[in-house]
């Protein structure tokens, strides 16, 4: 295995290729490119990216699939748990008329004799025409991209960047608000070890926006992601108190404590109940605005939320499945 692999390298990989690929004027240079992290995109080709996954919605609603990716193959790599990622990238290409390779539980996988993750990415691009891949260590998507030739989409590589799930959020944003500009944007709970809502702050640095960034102390984002929206020329506030900016804010971003992350599980106890999102302190905000969460919640938003129409995190959801059709039809050439 070459071990000198950088990760930085790969996923600071720009975008647009030098010579593209004939394929490629349908895919808005995104054909047979991995998708490993959010500096990847720009404003011009998210909201391509954004306009395919509305095309998706209208043909899903309408004929319920298509056979554009007919005799693609895509193989859905999960190396840590997932509901969401791994069912809406599934459903996403049987959709499109493509099939799936799941290994969701790589326990039983080769990868419980011991098999690298080169060797297992090697394997399945034998087989398929583009890997979904979670892993628990950040670069890990990065790694894969270097050792494989198909397409590789990070669907979370540990604490690291989860860019598809900040793709979905900014479309349904878009879709709630009507703008990704001038917003003021809350991230609540975990912004150590949670990953989308590094990726989440990573995208709306290309926009217009202020950030509250509410977190216990221990759980504060990351100094290299605050440099990076100080670097953008936008402003932030990080606070413990969520009622200081809840009459604020247009997006309140609402996250898991992420339990996997702690080594010490007295710390996750001491923190795990600190946000509870009720229709109290629902009271207290715009009339305007949404609460968001990439879901699994353990008890951050209370079920009496619901049903309140701000509640937007299951048409979050189902966005996702749109938005990954639209990534699946661009990297495979087709959108
Ligand atoms: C998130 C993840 O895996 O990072 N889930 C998801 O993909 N929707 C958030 C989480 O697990 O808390």
New binding site residues.
Partial sequence: MNTAVTMTARTDATYVPVNPHPADQFSNGFYGRDILSVRQFNRENLQYIFRVAEEMRSMVERFGSADLLQGKILANLFY?P?T??SSSFSAAMQRLGGRVIAINEVVYSSVSKGESLPDTIRTLESYADVIVLRHPEVGSAAIAAHYARKPIINA?DGVGE?PT?ALLDLFTIQEELGRCDDLKVAMVGDLKY???VHSLTRLLNMYRAEFYFVSPDILTMPPEILEEVKAAGLRYTETRDIHEVIGEVDVLYV??V?KERFTDLAQYEAVKDYYVVDPELMARAKDKMIVMH???RVGEISYAVDDDPRAAYFRQMVNGMYIRMALLAAVLGKA
């Fill in positions: 840590e997932s969401r990622t979370g989860h799930q949670g990953r989308t996250t898991r992420q990439p879901l699994p």
